[in-house]
């Protein structure tokens, strides 16, 4: 089994910054690709970044240029730097890592608990 556990979110006022971190751990023999989602209240959750193990990483557009999406392999753990943060990106996020947990084994998707994002004057 495997377990991620997300740290980083808050609140914080229009054009500040905030990190998210996402470590995964338990039965990890390889991760492919990270990413964040959001969802907030009554929409659906949307991807706002992954980053794959060969090193590409895609955006929505919505975040494009504000947010970066980062990764240390030796950690299992994947961050997202938010910078010029605006109200419409209050959301919960959600990491998601795509594990392998035995050599040779099925790939699986894992999702963390989420961490609530507020911002706002």
């Known amino acids: 089994q495997v377990q991620l556990v997300e740290s980083g979110g808050g609140l914080v006022q229009p054009g500040g910054s905030l990190r998210l971190s996402c470590a995964a751990s338990?039965?990890?023999?390889?991760?492919?690709?990270m990413g964040w989602y959001r969802q907030a209240p009554e929409k659906q959750r949307e991807l706002v970044a992954t980053?794959?193990?060969?090193?590409?990483?895609n955006y929505a557009d919505s975040v494009k240029g504000r947010f970066t999406i980062s990764r240390d392999n030796a950690k299992n753990t994947v961050y997202l730097q938010m910078n010029i943060l605006k109200p419409d990106d209050t959301a919960v996020y959600y990491c998601n890592q795509y594990v392998q947990s035995v050599r040779y084994g099925t790939w699986r998707d894992y999702w963390g608990q989420g961490t609530q994002v507020t911002v706002s004057s």
């Open positions: 980053s794959t193990a060969g090193g590409s990483t």
């Open positions: 338990g039965s990890i023999w390889s991760i492919n690709a």
